[in-house]
């Protein structure tokens, strides 16, 4: 069975820096698509990136990108220039054919002001 | 356009009593998702309809839960009798279709509290 690994419980960055957010995971398939969601304290998950395990290009969307190395089975996303309003938990979820999800265990983001 | 509406908010029961949540699914989304979030960990699903069918049931512990979709729209998950263990947050999610091309939507979720 597929596994996400998010290694970092917690995470800490000053507003306006850059963190990056760990994943890895575990599969035999080559096809697959990989997905950081972010959980506010509202609780409405979002998605905030996809990636397509055939595409050698990383993922980005405004100050969200990714680090996807196929081989190494890791999918980091790094948040550039902080805001207060990035503060959450974000998990990873992997993805194959019918949209079944596999989640990691999250990591809490805190923004520092 | 409206989102994911899910209720109750809040559910608090005591154990063995039954408890149902309910789920409408963005307009014109034919899949839609229940999944089981425990305090700290990442969502997991129970149950995936494709209109009005159940095409993924697995992990549905099927002895206390049901689910239902009657007319391919909105949904209905149920627990009879609640135990202990069941307390949770009980997400609801739905996407046009089930490629994965096709962005999840989740509701705000249940946090379901069994005393």
């Known amino acids: 069975a597929q596994t996400v690994t998010q290694s970092q419980p917690e995470m800490s960055v000053q507003e306006a820096e850059t963190v990056t957010l760990s994943c890895t995971y575990d599969t035999s398939e080559s096809d697959y698509y990989l997905f950081w969601y972010k959980q506010p304290p509202s609780r409405q998950m979002i998605l905030v990136i996809r990636q397509e395990a055939y595409k050698q290009q990383n993922a980005t969307e405004n100050r969200f990108s990714v680090n996807f190395q196929k081989a190494a089975k890791s999918f980091s996303l790094k948040i550039s220039d902080s805001q207060l309003g990035d503060a959450a938990m974000y998990f990873c979820?992997?993805?194959?054919?019918?949209?079944?999800?596999?989640f990691g265990q999250g990591t809490r983001l805190t923004i520092n002001p | 356009e409206a989102g994911v509406v899910q209720s109750p908010r809040y559910k608090i029961i005591e154990k063995k009593q039954p408890v149902a949540f309910w789920c409408n699914p963005i307009s014109g989304h034919n899949t839609l998702y229940w999944y089981l979030q425990n305090l700290g960990q990442g969502p997991e699903l129970l149950i995936r309809?494709?209109?009005?069918?159940?095409?993924?049931d697995s992990q549905l512990p099927k002895d206390r839960f049901s689910a239902e979709r009657l007319k391919g729209v909105d949904s209905t998950l149920k627990i009879q009798p609640a135990e202990l263990g069941d307390s949770a947050v009980y997400l609801c999610?739905?996407?046009?279709?089930?490629?994965?091309?096709?962005?999840?939507?989740f509701g705000p979720g249940t946090r379901l509290t069994v005393l």
């Open positions: 999610a739905s996407s046009l279709g089930s490629v994965p091309t096709d962005t999840q939507y």
């Open positions: 979820a992997y993805g194959e054919g019918a949209q079944k999800l596999v």
């Open positions: 309809y494709e209109n009005e069918e159940a095409v993924d």
